[in-house]
């Protein structure tokens, strides 16, 4: 690549600036050090909701700052698929992130080798800030999916709730990705998600996102809707843009043309990212503490949401019917691929998934 990362390399204190590093992934998802929420809070109003509004579904405001309306549930298991984390109650979304969910799985094994994805967190019943582990995944259009292929059977809940993450990273080195866990089609699954046209950004770890730069050598036309962001090692985070007709959704900045492998990605090689706030300056007042986000605080339609009736029941809004709920979880899983990637690597960092605006 063109833009020296021995030079960016060199001007880093690599055991401080990768232990660091190590530090803020090992400590787990970012909420799990997070101050229960107050009852009046966003957080604890919308993550107190179990059930999604009946109506039409509808994405409210933005992707880390919103709600959403007539939400839909991933169904926990498929014939390439499976939701992972049960417990959480994050497995909803709007209608075209679940259909888009449902497609990759399917193309995966048809075209990248892959033999069907583990489902990570999607959103809440009605959307809206999440106690812990994201910023963003608020209105529907967000989804994290493990780089962890399916296992050739159906886990139980009490595995899905138990597997680990597994890194796609060497942990002796800085963001630099393990060749002994990496594998092609875990490229090929990557850029088959980037070439849907409603998928706007795909965030990865930029350890992955400058692997791509390096070892892609097939159409780069949809490689700068990888996005570098710290975390996302042990999976990826796809978003969609809003639906067509949602007008209460709002939308954010195109990505910027180009394969995105450039001096933007460059910079999170260098100390720039982790260098600590700058002092007050002399006599000046100290900042505030961050406070609690609010309903007040999101569109004001969200109230609303928060007070619309509950659809029946979970299996009544799962995606694809009420059969789909029940039937598919007693299914055989799919018989992996010839190319599957084989036995799971060791242990990896919970990733640290914050993206908002990147």
Same mark, same amino acid.
């Given at each position: 690549?063109?833009?020296?990362?021995?030079?960016? $390399?060199?001007?880093?204190?690599?055991?401080?600036?990768?232990?660091?590093?190590?530090?803020?992934?090992?400590?787990?998802?970012?909420?799990?050090?997070?101050?229960?929420?107050?009852?009046?809070?966003?957080?604890?109003?919308?993550?107190?909701?179990?059930?999604?509004?009946?109506?039409?579904?509808?994405?409210?405001?933005?992707?880390?700052?919103? *709600?959403?309306?007539?939400?839909?549930?991933?169904?926990?298991?498929?014939?390439?698929?499976?939701?992972?984390?049960?417990?959480?109650?994050?497995?909803?979304?709007?209608?075209?992130?679940?259909?888009?969910?449902?497609?990759?799985?399917?193309?995966?094994?048809?075209?990248?080798?892959?033999?069907?994805?583990?489902?990570?967190?999607?959103?809440?019943?009605?959307?809206?800030?999440?106690?812990?582990?994201?910023?963003?995944?608020?209105?529907?259009?967000?989804?994290?999916?493990? $780089?962890?292929?399916?296992?050739?059977?159906?886990?139980?809940?009490?595995?899905?709730?138990?597997?680990?993450?597994?890194?796609?990273?060497?942990?002796?080195?800085?963001?630099?990705?393990?060749?002994?866990?990496?594998?092609?089609?875990?490229?090929?699954?990557?850029?088959?998600?980037?070439?849907?046209?409603?998928?706007?950004?795909?965030?990865?770890?930029?350890? @992955?996102?400058?692997?791509? *730069?390096?070892?892609?050598?097939?159409?780069?036309?949809?490689?700068?809707?990888?996005?570098?962001?710290?975390?996302?090692?042990?999976?990826?985070? @796809?978003?969609?843009?809003?639906?067509?007709?949602?007008?209460?959704?709002?939308?954010?900045?195109?990505?910027?043309?180009?394969?995105?492998?450039?001096?933007?990605?460059?910079?999170? $090689?260098?100390?720039?990212?982790?260098?600590?706030?700058?002092?007050?300056?002399?006599?000046?007042?100290?900042?505030?503490?961050?406070?609690?986000?609010?309903?007040?605080?999101?569109?004001?339609?969200?109230?609303?949401?928060?007070?619309?009736?509950?659809?029946?029941?979970?299996?009544?809004?799962?995606?694809?019917?009420?059969?789909?709920?029940?039937?598919?979880?007693?299914?055989?899983?799919?018989?992996?691929?010839?190319?599957?990637?084989?036995?799971?690597?060791?242990?990896?960092?919970?990733?640290?998934?914050?993206?908002?605006?990147?």
């Amino acid at each position: 690549m063109a833009f020296g990362f021995a030079q960016a $390399f060199r001007t880093i204190s690599k055991l401080t600036l990768a232990g660091a590093i190590g530090a803020s992934l090992a400590a787990g998802d970012v909420g799990a050090e997070q101050k229960t929420p107050s009852p009046g809070s966003a957080k604890g109003q919308f993550g107190a909701v179990s059930l999604p509004t009946q109506g039409p579904a509808q994405p409210i405001g933005f992707y880390a700052k919103g *709600c959403m309306t007539g939400a839909v549930a991933l169904p926990t298991d498929g014939p390439t698929w499976e939701a992972m984390r049960l417990s959480r109650n994050r497995r909803w979304g709007n209608p075209a992130m679940i259909a888009l969910l449902e497609r990759l799985s399917q193309d995966g094994v048809k075209y990248a080798g892959w033999p069907g994805i583990l489902v990570g967190d999607i959103a809440q019943p009605r959307g809206g800030p999440m106690f812990n582990g994201h910023a963003s995944h608020q209105i529907g259009l967000d989804a994290d999916v493990w $780089f962890t292929p399916m296992p050739g059977r159906r886990m139980t809940a009490e595995e899905r709730e138990n597997l680990p993450f597994t890194t796609m990273l060497q942990k002796d080195k800085f963001l630099t990705v393990d060749p002994k866990v990496w594998t092609q089609s875990r490229a090929r699954l990557l850029m088959l998600a980037a070439s849907y046209p409603e998928v706007e950004r795909i965030f990865v770890n930029p350890a @992955i996102k400058k692997k791509m *730069c390096d070892t892609w050598t097939g159409d780069r036309t949809n490689l700068g809707k990888l996005r570098p962001e710290y975390g996302h090692d042990s999976h990826f985070h @796809i978003r969609i843009k809003c639906p067509p007709g949602a007008a209460g959704c709002t939308p954010q900045a195109s990505v910027a043309a180009g394969d995105g492998c450039d001096k933007s990605l460059a910079w999170w $090689f260098t100390p720039a990212p982790w260098a600590p706030p700058k002092p007050p300056k002399p006599g000046a007042k100290p900042p505030k503490p961050p406070r609690e986000m609010m309903v007040s605080d999101l569109p004001k339609a969200c109230a609303a949401v928060l007070d619309a009736a509950s659809v029946a029941s979970m299996q009544a809004a799962t995606y694809g019917g009420p059969s789909a709920a029940s039937a598919l979880t007693t299914a055989p899983a799919a018989a992996p691929a010839a190319d599957a990637d084989g036995a799971l690597p060791d242990v990896g960092p919970v990733p640290n998934d914050k993206p908002a605006i990147q």
